[in-house]
């Protein structure tokens, strides 16, 4: 009864209240970030023409303009419909939003795909936001200073593990948190990239289509039999 | 160059960059607000996993945050504080804001951090920073809730599927990433293997499954297992580089 109630709330305000502050915030976001591009442009006459930024713009979209697409989906299943409207306008999305709303998940103990987990991840990822804006805001205000205190090696050991390190640690709490059907299934759609002719840049979107699909296609060929389902 | 900087480090660009990270405040604030409210009218999280909840997200945005950090002063350094505070609070990958500069630099014949960087230099690559960004915003707009309809429509017919998805996506993702931050090749040939940042992944991932073992029945060890393996996969690739060399 109370599972009902959960369940109708969710999908019948949560879910809409979401997307309207999602969407909102996205839209009024995308406005905001062109304006000092307008006023270096047209306030103090630095327009440089519509052909260099056209030239840029397409030396970058060759390069990024399928990950406009691709990420979204690859993420969308960890991120859900909150998570996703965070990551996407706060970014750094594989190197801390999916690390951070994994371990929140794992710390509380959450079963993937549960409402607690949904809950786990949207404040954690909140949480995060704030403390990524409070390291960014320190940069640009205190600098060289900080990283002037750290001693070499700390230094050094950061800028050139953090990420190698911080994916090894993730993925083996992504595999704790499968059933191992599924870290098996992950973990081909990893290789079967890896081995083929896929750019480095694209691997990570396109490994995470192809647990979509793998994922897909193994569990419907399940759902057929009458005794799985069952079970 | 001066000049430009002048410029990027002016009034009011600091205002626009404020602008940009108040509505990522107040977005990320609006969630948390909604998702509590949902929390706590039907009893999803105690009071207690709440604070679990936080203090595991405070303590695991740290080291990815100081790494981003690096990048940030650099950037700082080129395109001045606002642009940067508000190109890599936003979407930013510290990284892709950096090759979107330079190539907006590169468009109009100039090049970062040198004199030849002029304020329609500058301008070209806020430009390209912004319209290269703008990729992502558009198709989270437009595409979340066809996302989430999608998603829905699966779990009611088959809730396996959704289970199946949601933890096989991550792992094809980070294994790719982990792979690819230590081995470097073209297909099949060229294969180049950092030994270093290899060692630091796998004593990473070695020491999360001692961790999560550990903290099976030791709930304050599952707060700082990703800290902790951070810190032991960073120590192993230090010293793997230093006997190495």
């Not at chain 2, 909840?53 to 990048?71: C, D, E, L, R």
Request: glycine share 8%; hydrophobic share 55%.
């Amino acid at each position: 009864m109370t599972d009902q109630s959960i369940d109708s709330f969710y999908r019948g305000e949560f879910i809409p209240r979401a997307h309207r502050i999602g969407r909102s915030t996205v839209l009024v976001a995308m406005v905001l970030c062109v304006l000092p591009a307008l006023y270096l442009s047209f306030v103090l006459g630095a327009y440089p023409g519509i052909g260099p930024i056209m030239q840029g713009f397409l030396a970058i979209a060759a390069f990024v303009g399928i990950m406009w697409v691709v990420e979204p989906i690859s993420y969308f299943p960890v991120l859900g419909v909150c998570g996703t409207y965070m990551s996407f306008l706060s970014g750094n999305i594989g190197n801390m939003r999916m690390p951070v709303a994994i371990s929140c998940q794992s710390a509380i103990q959450a079963e993937t795909g549960t409402r607690r987990a949904e809950v786990a991840a949207v404040l954690g990822i909140a949480v995060s936001v704030i403390v990524n804006l409070v390291f960014l805001i320190a940069v640009v205000l205190i600098g060289g200073a900080l990283i002037a205190v750290l001693p070499t090696p700390v230094a050094d050991a950061i800028k050139n593990y953090t990420l190698p390190a911080l994916y090894g640690a993730v993925l083996v709490m992504f595999v704790n948190s499968a059933t191992r059907r599924n870290a098996m299934t992950g973990l081909l759609a990893g290789l079967a990239v890896f081995l083929s002719p896929i750019s480095e840049i694209y691997g990570s979107a396109a490994a995470g289509i192809l647990a979509i699909i793998l994922a897909v296609l193994l569990n419907m060929g399940c759902q057929k039999k009458p005794v799985e389902t069952a079970a | 160059m001066e000049q430009v900087l002048q410029t990027a480090n002016g009034m009011a660009l600091w205002l626009f960059a404020l602008l940009v990270v108040s509505i990522v405040v107040v977005q990320a604030l609006m969630f948390l607000r909604m998702t509590l409210n949902f929390s706590n009218r039907f009893g999803i999280l105690t009071p207690a996993e709440r604070g679990i909840v936080y203090k595991t997200a405070t303590i695991n945005s740290i080291g990815p945050a100081i790494a981003v950090f690096f990048v940030a002063v650099t950037l700082v350094a080129m395109v001045g504080g606002p642009v940067t505070l508000m190109r890599v609070g936003v979407i930013g990958s510290a990284v892709f804001e950096f090759v979107a500069a330079d190539q907006g630099a590169k468009a109009v014949g100039a090049e970062l951090g040198t004199d030849s960087y002029t304020l329609e230099a500058f301008t070209a690559s806020v430009w390209v920073m912004t319209l290269g960004g703008m990729g992502w915003l558009i198709s989270t707009f437009f595409m979340t809730k066809s996302l989430d309809r999608a998603q829905d429509r699966m779990s009611a017919s088959n809730p396996a599927l959704i289970r199946a998805i949601g933890t096989a996506t991550p792992i094809a993702i980070f294994s790719l990433l982990g792979a690819n931050a230590a081995i470097d090749k073209s297909w099949l040939s060229n294969v180049t293997v950092a030994t270093d940042d290899l060692i630091a992944t796998i004593s990473a991932a070695a020491a999360m499954i001692l961790l999560h073992a550990a903290g099976k029945h030791r709930a304050w060890l599952r707060e700082w297992a990703v800290g902790f393996a951070l810190i032991g996969g960073l120590a192993a690739g230090y010293i793997a580089s230093h006997a190495l060399a």
